[in-house]
């Protein structure tokens, strides 16, 4: 279970990494528009972004 996660959290910090090494100007206006985004909306983007990644698990993972 530990090495799963580890490799999860590897997985996800190299694909967090690749946005910013390709293009980091674009990197930073994204962030500022984020950042200039509402409560609601940083949420709402959250939980879509949450729901897609259980979906893709379960994609993944069904038999």
């Known amino acids: 279970m530990w090495h799963d996660l580890s490799v999860a959290l590897a997985l996800l910090l190299i694909l967090e990494g690749v946005f910013p090494f390709i293009n980091p100007a674009a990197m930073r206006r994204m962030l500022a528009a984020i950042s200039g985004m509402n409560d609601q ?20 993972n069904w038999r």
């Open 41 to 60: 909306a940083l949420r709402f983007a959250g939980l879509t972004s949450m729901l897609l990644g259980v979906a893709l698990l379960y994609i993944v």
